[in-house]
């Protein structure tokens, strides 16, 4: 099943229909006309899982915050404090990214709104385009990891774990990561000046008080966002569902209150979300089928037979399917390795005693780093869409390079140190 699986995506058929007709053919091969009941009850599981509720309500939230005006204030009163240090508007883009991430869920429209925004202003103060490059694309993909997270949202019921603690587990897992990142991009701007230039004095600049208050102006939206999405999950007032449901109103009236609103940008941001979410829930489907037949199919037993062949012990089997999704990453996008790969690791995973929040962290963590590498690299496409003819393709790839370096250095840390994603769900919410 599995080179089937590949040999149709190599060959340019879409991931959901290349899962879906290995299932059917397999299935039909193996189980005979028992096949299709299997199918129905497995697209039933997908279609009443209320958990999967939250992915439209997530996706309008992005959508909505877009058009909110929230983005162009964030990014005034960050580099009113960053600017005067060594690549700051650099850190005060990945500073802006976690919040904006965090306000989101929604990986690409975190990168296209803040590229559209911090590529002129990067460029007017003659920063490198390989810097530019790694820090957009390197801050964009934090909506993996910084929650709420759409992709948490999927992996969730894919892995059987808790949404809520996946959560608020991935919060120090996210702050390690921009922290390194905004520590690479301080050297870097310390060791080569050039690469991010500091700018003279602005006879404009507006004192400290003013800039409290441009700091509190646009701060307090987004902040409110946060608190309504994940301060109601932390504090046990609203499932996930619910407090997705909390933020896509709270999207709506901030573009509401901020003047942005029209019908044509609530039409647009409803189209959009259909076309996600029914994509998003279309590969599910498929990618339930594929597994059902796989396991009914012998394939767990086959998974563990090998496994304990191998006799890699502990660490080497994490090892084992790390790698895995790291080499998947590299042609595929994150809700296909979600749906090809968790569902066959992570009984594997609870048999070992591996802690399964603390695994889904690493799987984040290596899914993020997919993102920003060859030849797939997604954060590649979406800054093509966004960036200038004078910053080429291999910039990007260059850009890139350092911070997948440091993707490794927070997965190393974290896999040394699992309390660091374990020891806030287990003071927050009591369990992982």
């Not at 993996?144 to 897992?173: E, H, Q």
């Not at 059902?292 to 563990?304: A, P």
Request: proline share 7%; net charge neutral; hydrophobic share 60%.
């Amino acid at each position: 099943m599995f080179p089937a699986l590949f040999a149709l995506i190599f060959l340019g058929f879409p991931i959901a229909f290349s899962l879906l007709a290995v299932a059917v053919v397999f299935g039909i091969y193996v189980f005979g006309d028992a096949a299709f009941f299997q199918f129905i009850q497995k697209i039933e599981d997908v279609a009443s899982n209320f958990v999967l509720a939250a992915v439209p309500l997530f996706v309008f939230m992005g959508s909505m915050l877009e058009r909110s005006g929230i983005a162009e204030q964030l990014f005034g009163a960050v580099h009113l404090w960053t600017k005067r240090l060594p690549g700051g508007l650099a850190i005060g883009t990945i500073i802006m990214c976690i919040i904006f991430a965090a306000s989101t869920g929604v990986i690409g429209a975190t990168e296209t709104v803040v590229g559209l925004l911090a590529i002129p202003a990067m460029m007017r103060h003659k920063y490198s385009n390989s810097l530019i490059s790694g820090t957009i694309c390197a801050g964009g993909s934090l909506g993996t990891i910084i929650p709420p997270s759409v992709v948490v949202v999927v992996m969730g019921p894919i892995a059987n774990v808790s949404i809520g603690s996946l959560m608020v587990a991935m919060i120090f897992p996210g702050l390690i990561l921009s922290a390194l990142y905004i520590v690479y991009i301080v050297i870097l701007c310390l060791v080569s000046p050039t690469a991010g230039p500091r700018p003279g004095p602005d006879p404009n600049e507006p004192s400290f008080t003013e800039k409290l208050l441009i700091t509190a102006k646009a701060l307090v939206p987004p902040l409110v966002m946060i608190f309504a999405v994940l301060g109601s999950i932390m504090l046990g007032w609203a499932a996930p569902t619910e407090a997705a449901g909390l933020g896509a109103f709270g999207a709506l009236l901030l573009t509401v209150l901020y003047g942005r609103f029209t019908f044509k940008s609530f039409w647009e941001a409803l189209i959009k979300t259909l076309v996600i979410t029914s994509m998003i829930m279309f590969i599910l489907m498929a990618g339930s089928l594929y597994t059902g037949v796989f396991v009914g199919n012998g394939g767990m037993s086959l998974m563990r037979d090998l496994l304990e062949t191998l006799d890699v012990g502990y660490w080497g089997l994490l090892a084992i399917f790390l790698g895995l999704i790291f080499i998947a990453g590299f042609f595929l996008e994150w809700i296909s390795i979600l749906l090809i790969f968790l569902p066959i690791f992570m009984p594997f995973v609870r048999a070992m005693g591996m802690d399964p929040v603390w695994f889904c962290m690493l799987v984040l963590i290596m899914i993020q780093t997919s993102y920003l590498t060859p030849p797939m690299a997604p954060a590649i496409f979406y800054l093509r869409g966004v960036a200038p003819p004078e910053i080429t393709l291999r910039q990007m790839y260059a850009g890139v390079t350092p911070f997948i370096a440091i993707q490794v250095i927070a997965l190393v840390i974290v896999a040394a140190f699992p309390e660091v994603a374990l020891w806030l769900p287990e003071q927050i919410l009591g369990f992982r």
